[in-house]
């Protein structure tokens, strides 16, 4: 089955510096990767996503680039603030949406926004 | 707006005592999973089920059953609970179909065993 790396587990960046966290994953046919944010005690919500016929998409102060030779992807948060403060998860699917095999998820990175 | 209820928050149970986990969507989605997830490990797929009364095993269903026997309803069920299942268990439904819908997770079940 798919196989989901991500780094770092923890980030510290300064206020209003960027942001990187990078995952690579193992099936070849994975397609789909969303990016979920998941703040303290709370639910993991979609931020971005990208599909494989796509090398990058941006959304305001976020991005997600997508390597499909080397099989990695990346997000990047610019400007950061003290709400961008959460874990995020990468994910990868051959499925968009995850279809009915769901999604294999990234052990999280704790992103820390220092004041 | 989107719905994903899971009604206990917070349980504490005893080892080899049944738990049940109830998960409720109010969207009319034909997908619907259980994740676990625990520190440093991120999501892990229990069991999903992509219809009534159908039912897939994820990653890691041992110790773990599920029951779909409407639509908008998937339960987890721990047969006999034991202190490795504390954790938090996260349901989660989507759209069938391919066209690139989005995964919508509930608030999540603190479960400790002790």
């Known amino acids: 089955g798919e196989n989901v790396e991500q780094h770092p587990s923890t980030l510290s960046v300064q206020e209003g510096d960027s942001a990187v966290i990078k995952c690579t994953y193992s099936?070849?046919?994975?397609?789909?990767f969303p990016w979920y944010k998941q703040e303290l005690g709370k639910r993991p919500q979609l931020i971005i996503d990208?599909?494989?016929?796509?090398g990058e998409k941006k959304d305001q102060r976020i991005a997600v680039t997508l390597n499909k030779t080397a099989k990695h992807f990346s997000l990047h948060i610019t400007e950061t603030q003290p709400e961008d403060s959460a874990v995020y998860f990468c994910?990868?699917?051959?499925?968009?949406?995850?279809?009915?095999?769901?999604?294999?998820f990234g052990k999280g990175t704790h992103l820390i926004i220092q004041p | 707006d989107v719905k994903v209820t899971q009604s206990s928050r917070y349980l504490v149970k005893r080892t080899g005592e049944k738990v049940f986990l109830e998960c409720v969507q109010d969207?009319?989605?034909?997908?619907m999973f259980w994740y676990r997830q625990d520190p440093g490990l991120g999501l892990r797929l229990i069991y999903f089920?992509?219809?009534?009364?159908?039912?897939e095993k994820g990653d890691i269903p041992e110790g773990y059953s599920v029951s779909r026997e409407k639509k908008e309803r998937f339960s987890l069920i721990l047969e006999s609970a034991s202190t490795n299942q504390t954790s938090m268990y996260l349901c989660?439904?989507?759209?069938?179909?391919?066209?690139?819908?989005?995964?919508?997770f509930g608030e999540g079940s603190w479960l400790t065993v002790v």
């Open positions: 989660a439904s989507t759209m069938g179909g391919f066209s690139g819908n989005t995964i919508y």
């Open positions: 969207m009319d989605h034909e997908n």
């Open positions: 994910a990868a699917s051959i499925r968009p949406g995850g279809g009915a095999d769901g999604l294999t």
């Open positions: 990208i599909r494989s016929n796509v």
């Open positions: 099936d070849s046919a994975s397609n789909y």
């Open positions: 089920s992509y219809d009534v009364k159908m039912k």
